[in-house]
């Protein structure tokens, strides 16, 4: 069968492919490697200057925001552990003010005197004796005492416990002569009738905080303070409770005047101490209830959430079953080192919060206070400086990456057209532009004349297939094409060898659509229009047969439709099978090749003996050329060419009428059947018969000027995107 390329495989958009080498670079094995030979060159060592050039600005650029990066970090960390201890000495000051003023009311005569007479009322400690001392007047006069001073006039509440843990005077009558259980406040009182005056942090226990508004508990932060006796053992320890949630809440809000740095404290358990600055964000994540529940302790986990709440992310997990944030979980496993070095420190890297959100912070554990304090800043802030420098690195990055792309594509395109093309770039007085088309045996491209500046179509013998027999079949098609000066034939201008012995020659640039992509774009063509191609088709047909020559591939996809100073101007392509019948002696290709062709075109007596052929031959392939323009598609159909050849050989050929496509005059539909009869004898005997019936049915199917021009006008804008790939006969 025809070994050339389909037209449908032409591809417009490649760069010029000549096969001037080893063979068809596409199909080569070692087509790769070869271009990175080409390339270990003088060229070679420039592009690897460029490439290095490229990576040592790149690396440097990374090197410098890295470098940028931690210095920032660092920069970040020191500003947190500052800011941190700023809080942490104001913390420490607002404690040791109130323990300082708790000890001293516990050495006060007035308070002294008082809390020996309530001890001796206690007597034995039973909840009794402990309940008739807290309503005695000495245990007014103390919690009296207490109040008037100023440091602890903002006090929640004042008790006096004794060493079992009985509460023997107390503000708030319902704690009179109840017994403490909370260990950590008995484990802080043990320590406190030793001497040594006690702070007990918030914890979210009853005992140890105090009632508030709307019924919610408060948390208190308590101060205990031994009372001693004349004989200097302690007696009975002096207990302040104060607000959490005011005074002590308030020493970690300054961080707010440095925008969006967050302070906070937080227990062994996990759980806030202090108020949280996001509580909108935790209230519509459904972290907390409400709003204001971010304002209260013990309600907020300083867990990782797994993802941003502000964002949308939901975890799945409950938040006692979160892991610690990087910091807090920094902080209590710093609980057991002796240095105090060892027990604050920072994050650089970014992590999240308990909000989620990509952070950075400072930490420490207060081993006085037995809970842990954090400041923190969002990631996208504490660098937002790097925002501007790596804008700044990723143009820049970019540029050099497109530069390295722009050197590395040239520098292998030139190597692939030094392969491809050698000295070859121009044949003759010919410059090859792009490829435009390639086939089985050549390929063709787009050139131009060196001083005429006319576009034309090359067409070079593939390398891999110039073996003597096809080397001498082109040689033919162009020497007798080039006889033919028909204008519907394609005109041939020149011939010649490249410097490797390929043939080629120069013919005609057309611009216009093959047959095949006239019915692919509009459909069947209409009658007149037919007619209008089908006598310009055998007009170029008569001059080829007068010289004795059988074009053997008349086709659709070698009849090509074009705009030549008029519209709907024939050119018929293509003489890569025509037979010279008056050179009975020229050797026939086709004695090699076997059967060349297209079999739903062929006449039978070319399927029985391809050198059997005549002029009736082509006039049979025009005849199913005017069937397929007419009904858009072919006479004969089927899975393989032996099946379409047994239909072409056996099977009578079907009428045009008769396909339910379109209905054509009588007198058309019995020409067209004639020239398909499977006996020579009953076909029109000539082109010359065959142009004399076109032009009787053209007086009565007319196709003027002004059709063709309308019909070029609509389909302009699709034909455009299109051209270069119709605009060139096949390879």
């Given amino acids: 069968m025809n070994e050339e390329a389909e037209p449908g495989k032409r591809r417009a958009d490649r760069p010029p492919v000549l096969d001037i080498g080893a ?82 009311l516990a050495r006060e005569r007035d308070v002294a005197g008082p809390a020996l007479r309530v001890a001796a009322l206690a007597g034995d400690g039973t909840p009794e004796s402990a309940a008739t001392a ?27 416990v004794d060493r079992a843990g009985v509460v023997v005077a107390a503000e708030d009558s319902g704690s009179c002569g109840r017994r403490l259980r909370s260990t950590v406040f008995r484990q802080k009182l043990d320590l406190a009738f030793d001497g040594r005056p006690q702070v007990v942090r918030p914890y979210p226990d009853p005992e140890l905080m105090a009632g508030g508004s709307e019924g919610r508990a408060r948390p208190l932060l308590w101060i205990v303070a031994p009372l001693r006796v004349p004989d200097g053992k302690a007696a009975l320890a002096l ?59 013990f309600t907020i986990h300083v867990r990782d959430p797994g993802g ?46 308990y909000t989620g959100v990509d952070t950075v912070g400072a930490w420490r554990w207060l081993s006085a206070y037995d809970m842990g304090v954090v400041a ?99 040689e033919r098609e ?44 509009s459909g069947p063509v209409p009658p007149g229009r037919a007619l209008h191609v089908l006598r310009q088709v055998a007009a170029a047909l008569r001059e080829a047969h007068q010289r004795g020559l059988v074009h053997r591939d008349v086709k659709p996809e070698n009849v090509m439709l074009c705009r030549r100073g008029e519209d709907d101007v024939v050119k018929l392509l293509d003489f890569g099978l025509v037979k010279n019948l008056e050179r009975a002696q020229t050797r026939d290709v086709t004695k090699q090749i ?16 391809p050198a059997d052929v005549d002029a009736r031959s082509d006039i049979y392939a025009l005849g199913a050329v005017a069937y397929y323009l007419l009904t858009g598609k072919p006479i004969f159909d089927g899975d393989d060419n032996l099946e379409i050849g047994n239909q072409v050989m056996h099977r009578p050929a079907p009428r045009v009428n008769e396909s339910g496509v379109v209905q054509v005059p009588d007198a058309l539909d019995a020409l067209i059947a004639a020239c398909l009869e499977k006996d020579r004898a009953k076909r029109p005997q000539s ?45």
């Fill in 23 to 104: 063979g068809d670079i596409g199909a080569s094995a070692n087509a790769i490697p070869n271009l990175l030979a080409d390339l270990v060159e003088t060229e070679t060592w420039r592009n690897a200057a460029t490439v290095l050039m490229g990576a040592l600005l790149v690396g440097l650029g990374y090197w410098a925001y890295q470098g940028l990066y931690q210095a920032i970090g660092e920069n970040r960390a020191r500003s947190l552990e500052r800011l941190l201890g700023t809080v942490v000495a104001a913390v420490d000051v607002w404690v040791g003010d109130h323990r300082a003023e708790t000890v001293r």
């Fill in 134 to 160: 807290c309503r005695s007047a000495d245990a007014e006069e103390i919690v009296r005492q207490v109040r008037s001073n100023t440091v602890m006039s903002q006090a929640a509440t004042v008790r006096l």
């Fill in 239 to 297: 207990a302040v409770g104060v607000y959490a949630d005011r005074e002590f809440a308030r020493l970690f809000s300054p961080a707010d005047v440095i925008g969006q740095v967050d302070t906070y404290a937080f227990g062994d358990d996990g759980l806030l101490i202090t108020p949280s600055r996001y509580g909108e964000t935790l209230a519509a994540a459904g972290e907390i209830p409400d709003e204001a529940a971010a304002d209260q302790a």
């Fill in 308 to 353: 941003n709440l502000a964002a949308g992310h939901r975890s799945r997990l409950e938040p006692a079953a979160r892991p610690l944030t990087e910091p807090a979980a920094l902080a209590l496993a710093a609980r057991a080192k002796l240095a105090e070095s060892e027990r604050g420190g920072a994050v650089i890297a970014p992590y999240r919060d």
């Fill in 376 to 474: 923190e800043i969002p990631a996208s802030d504490a660098f937002a400086p790097l925002r501007y420098l790596l804008v700044t690195f990723s143009v820049i990055g970019g540029f050099i990456v497109l530069v390295l792309l722009a050197a590395l594509y040239s520098a292998f395109s030139l190597a692939r057209l030094k392969r491809q093309f050698g000295r070859l770039q121009r044949l003759g007085a010919y410059t090859l532009e792009k490829q435009i088309s390639e086939g089985g045996m050549a390929t063709i491209y787009l050139a131009r004349h060196a001083l005429l500046k006319r576009p034309t179509a090359v067409k070079v013998l593939k390398k891999h297939v110039a073996t003597d027999e096809f080397i001498h079949r082109f």
């Fill in 478 to 521: 162009v020497q007798l094409a080039s006889q033919l000066m028909h204008p519907n034939t394609v005109e041939i201008y020149d011939f010649g060898r490249t410097r490797e012995g390929q043939p080629y020659y120069v013919m005609e640039y057309l611009d216009g659509i093959t047959l095949a992509q006239l019915v692919d774009e």
């Fill in 594 to 609: 076997k059967i060349l062709g297209t079999p739903r075109y062929m006449a039978p007596e070319r399927l029985v003996n």
């Fill in 687 to 731: 082109a010359d018969a065959l142009i004399e019936a076109i032009d009787r049915l053209s007086s009565r199917l007319a196709w003027t000027p002004a059709d063709a021009a309308a019909w070029w006008s609509r389909h302009r804008d699709r034909l455009s995107a299109a051209a270069p790939a119709a605009a060139v006969p096949p390879a």
